[in-house]
């Protein structure tokens, strides 16, 4: 069920992005004026970008209520899982209420990483046109000042989780606590946000190693690759990493984020353990 849940949520990440892209179609030359009008669309459009709000929306409802039926049918419930990364919350399919809430939440986390990892590579800022691909889901966001860019992460997910954790609290999902420890929960997963850039940074650098050594001709992804690797390695410029023909900073810069990212992780863990609740 993991498993399916997951391949529903890029599904209804895939018809947002469609949503967002909509309006954009690389196909669509302009036409002179003379001939905009006496030509027209083979075929009405029928499809409207509304239409695919609907449908995440459909989606996220009917998936709640397929598995509140299969788990009533279940000789043992299932029980759905959001991992937090500090704290993992279960969902049992038996309760249609329940059911619900994970339905969106769990769209919900799939959609907040994948813009937490837009925002990181939006703030790189590799070159045109591949990173078009980063502008449009972004929007107005990507024209922000960077500083605003790079605390986003962290205030939308503490708002969000201090608003959801009202909610899961009702629901005896959340232990109740005191106002105090739903703020601390909500700073902690707000600094947390920022250990999810090791993924495309982590990608970029092994895309970045590979292509140092396998020529892939001159596509612009391995331009964006090789420019946006150079803007993470920029802090060890100054370090002599290079042995002949050999460059061992993707190497090195891959490890210091990983390495970084795990230190964080255990410190966070910890301070969410030592919580009073």
């Known amino acids: 069920m993991g ?14 992005l469609n949503w967002r892209s909509n309006r954009f179609d690389p196909l669509v030359r302009r036409l002179p004026a003379t ?6 669309p ?7 970008r509304w239409h695919l709000l609907a449908f995440i929306a459909l989606l996220l409802l009917l998936r709640a ?11 043992r419930v299932w029980v759905g899982q959001l991992d937090l990364g500090v704290a993992t919350l279960s969902f049992r399919s038996d309760l249609l209420l329940r059911m619900l809430v994970f339905s969106f939440f769990s769209f919900g986390l799939t959609f907040g990483i994948l813009y937490v990892w837009l925002l990181g590579l939006s703030l790189l800022a590799g070159p045109l046109p591949m990173h078009g691909l980063v502008t449009i889901p972004l929007g107005r966001l990507d024209g ?26 009702r629901l005896h999902i959340l232990t109740p606590m005191p106002p105090a420890g739903r703020f601390q929960q909500a700073l902690i997963l707000g600094v947390r946000s920022y250990v999810l850039w090791k993924f495309p940074l ?29 803007t993470v ?3 060890l410029a100054r370090i002599p990493l290079r042995v002949n023909k050999l460059d061992f900073a993707p ?18 863990n910890q301070l969410y353990n030592r919580l009073p609740f």
């Open 65 to 75: 209520v397929i598995y509140w039926w299969i788990g009533g049918m279940l000789p």
């Open 202 to 230: 982590g990608a970029i650098l092994l895309l970045y190693l590979l292509n140092s050594y396998v020529y892939f001709g001159q596509h612009p992804f391995w331009k964006y690759v090789s420019a946006t690797a150079q």
């Open 144 to 169: 922000w000042p960077r500083w605003a860019r790079a605390v986003l992460p962290f205030f939308a997910t503490a708002i969000l989780w201090w608003l959801a954790s009202w909610l899961l609290i």
């Open 3 to 16: 498993i399916v849940d997951f391949i529903l949520n890029l599904a209804g990440l895939l018809l947002w």
């Open 251 to 268: 190497l090195v810069g891959l490890g210091l984020i990983f390495l970084a990212a795990h230190f964080a992780e255990r410190g966070l």
């Open 35 to 40: 001939l905009m009008g006496t030509l027209r």
């Open 42 to 48: 083979a075929a009405p459009k029928r499809l409207h």
């Open 233 to 235: 390695l920029r802090p």
